[in-house]
C-alpha cells in the first residue's frame, strides 16, 4: 500500500517559520500524477483543507493561511512541501498530506505542529 509520509513538524514560537514535507513510501508513486493537499485537523475540530496544488501547479489556500503559507511540489524529487511562515498558535494542528487524483486518494498519517511560546 501507498503510505505518505509528513516530515517537518514541530514546535515554534509565534511568528516563526516551519516547512513540511510530504513523500510516498514507494519510489512507483508519482506526485506528477495527482493533486497533492495539505489539511489540518485540531483537537475537537473538523479537518480543514489547508493548501493545494494540482497536476498543472495551480494553488488554492484556505483564508486564514492565505499570504502565510506557500505549497511547493517538486516533481523531480517527488516531494510536495509546505511553507509556513508567521505562524500563530491558531496554526497549532495535526498537518495531514493527500494525494488524489480520479482514482485514487492517499493519505499521510499527520505530523503535530505546536506554535507556542
Known amino acids: 500500500q501507498v503510505q505518505l509520509v509528513e516530515s517537518g513538524g514541530g514546535l515554534v514560537q509565534p511568528g516563526g517559520s516551519l516547512k513540511l514535507s510530504c513523500a510516498a513510501s514507494?519510489?512507483?508513486?508519482?506526485?506528477?500524477?495527482?493533486?497533492m493537499t495539505w489539511y489540518r485537523q485540531a483537537p475537537g475540530k473538523q479537518r480543514d483543507l489547508v493548501a493545494l496544488?494540482?497536476?498543472?501547479?495551480?494553488?488554492n489556500y484556505s483564508d486564514s493561511v492565505k499570504g502565510r503559507f506557500t505549497i511547493s511540489r517538486d516533481n523531480a524529487k517527488n516531494t510536495v512541501y509546505l511553507q509556513m511562515d508567521s505562524l500563530e498558535p491558531e496554526d497549532t494542528a495535526v498537518y495531514y498530506c493527500?494525494?488524489?487524483?480520479?482514482?485514487?486518494?492517499?493519505w499521510g498519517q499527520g505530523t503535530q505542529v505546536t506554535v507556542s511560546s
Open positions: 496544488i494540482t497536476q498543472g501547479d495551480t494553488t
Open positions: 514507494t519510489s512507483l508513486f508519482k506526485i506528477s500524477m495527482f493533486d
Open positions: 493527500n494525494a488524489r487524483n480520479l482514482v485514487a486518494s492517499y
